[in-house]
């Protein structure tokens, strides 16, 4: 009596490895970064819809002074097409801990950015400038800070770092936090033409990005 042949299971055990193994590669903490990245870029786009009309607002060759390091900043975090083999040196290592780190991070600080955003209400804008019926807001998280949108954004791009563990990463928050640091300065240009000796107190009491100690 002849035996049956019997079937390998050897290339379909290689086929799972291979499966497992793409599925880790393909789920990182970096990877979900830039996707809360993008649903936060969506939803950040819509919702400036609905802001007042502008009265006065910078020229756009002024506004490149920090829209170009912040666009630098974004390609060199998020980019799949950076061969400069500098900028991929890895600085952190992989770990689940440190992406789940960086996750949380990310999100807390797009969070905080949020909640700044719903306490400027329509008197948010893309560029410096200043809103028909402008208010000066001190509530929510601008007791705190007078910019807690951008400090959301820079606490977000570093969980992003640690996702991205990688010196293109360190020069991507760099670069981020410089244009942000341009752009705060030009909002205040107007916020005390605007507001005067009451922008002037409350700058006085109250730190740009982070919260200032008062003794």
Not at 173 to 184: A, H, M, P, R, Y
Request: hydrophobic letters at 50%; proline letters at 4%.
């Amino acid at each position: 009596m002849i035996a049956p042949a019997q079937t390998s299971s050897f290339p379909s055990s290689i086929g799972i490895r291979r499966a497992g193994v793409h599925c880790q590669i393909m789920i990182t903490g970096w990877r979900v970064c830039s996707y809360l990245w993008l649903i936060f870029f969506v939803l950040w786009m819509v919702a400036a819809l609905f802001t007042k009309r502008s009265l006065e607002r910078i020229s756009w060759q002024r506004g490149l002074r920090y829209g170009i390091p912040v666009v630098i900043g974004y390609y060199l975090m998020f980019s799949l097409k950076l061969d400069i083999p500098w900028l991929q040196l890895r600085i952190l290592p992989r770990s689940d801990a440190l992406d789940m780190t960086a996750i949380l991070i990310t999100i807390a600080g797009m969070l905080f950015a949020v909640w700044a955003r719903v306490y400027l209400g329509r008197n948010w804008s893309s560029a410096p400038m200043i809103r028909e019926h402008h208010e000066l807001i001190r509530s929510g998280p601008y007791r705190l800070v007078r910019h807690p949108i951008y400090t959301g954004i820079l606490l977000a791009m570093l969980g992003t770092l640690l996702a991205n563990g990688k010196v293109r990463g360190v020069l991507a928050l760099l670069l981020v936090w410089v244009g942000w640091t341009i752009k705060s300065r030009m909002e205040e240009e107007f916020m005390l033409r605007t507001f005067g000796a009451q922008y002037e107190e409350y700058r006085r009491t109250t730190g740009a990005l982070i919260p200032k100690l008062h003794g």
